[in-house]
């Protein structure tokens, strides 16, 4: 899966890719991002994140990642979709807030990813929290999903918990999204790595 710090952009806005969990093929060597079509690339990038700084018309736009390894061999691909607007998509009728208190993870230990939603529209929004782990591969362990419907002027809490293994090293991501199906981000992705510290 590729996420994106948004669905929508204005035109000329940089576009974050992040592609951690797309890779559960080892050797990967460097990530090649396309736009639209593998004739188009925007960059190549031993990261597992990079900025697109093309400027982009006004449309609907497929982000695509591979995954490649050192002898030029495709490990994996994906991609997401993005729109593109003369103004910035409208989200400003929800205010979103990050009220996790957790600032890191600890073995066998549960975490609580909470989110507060206030809807200043004149008519009730779809809200969805995903609450993820993953692994040192940045493969998906575990996840929770919380849906909620927010009614006109109203605030909501969506609230997620997962449970740490006893061993391993780990990573969990907040993402917030209008619904599942259009997947609209409403927030940069926050994410919450281990306590390293003994």
């Not at 979709?81 to 993870?105: D, F, M, P, W």
């Not at 907040?174 to 306590?195: A, F, G, H």
Request: charged share 25%.
């Amino acid at each position: 899966m590729v996420q994106t710090d948004k669905q929508k952009y204005a035109i000329g806005e940089n576009i974050q890719v992040d592609y951690q969990w797309l890779v559960t093929d080892a050797g990967a060597d460097h990530y090649n991002i396309y736009i639209d079509s593998l004739d188009d690339l925007a960059g190549s990038t031993k990261e597992t994140a990079f900025t697109i700084k093309k400027p982009l018309e006004e449309g609907v736009y497929s982000v695509i990642v591979q995954a490649v390894n050192s002898e030029n061999q495709i490990l994996d691909t994906n991609y997401t979709r993005i729109g593109v607007e003369r103004e910035t998509a409208g989200t400003e009728t929800l205010k979103i807030e990050n009220l996790t208190e957790a600032t890191s993870l600890k073995n066998g230990q549960n975490v609580t990813a909470k989110i507060k939603v206030a809807n200043t529209d004149t008519i009730a929004k779809d809200v969805t929290m995903m609450f993820c782990l993953y692994d040192e591969q940045s493969r998906m362990v575990d996840c929770v999903a919380v849906e909620k419907n927010i009614g006109s002027q109203q605030v909501g809490y969506l609230t997620g918990t997962l449970m740490l293994p006893q061993e391993g090293m780990y990573k969990a991501k907040i993402m917030v999204w209008d619904d599942p199906e259009s997947m609209r981000s409403l927030m940069p992705y926050q994410e919450i790595t281990m306590d390293k510290s003994k």
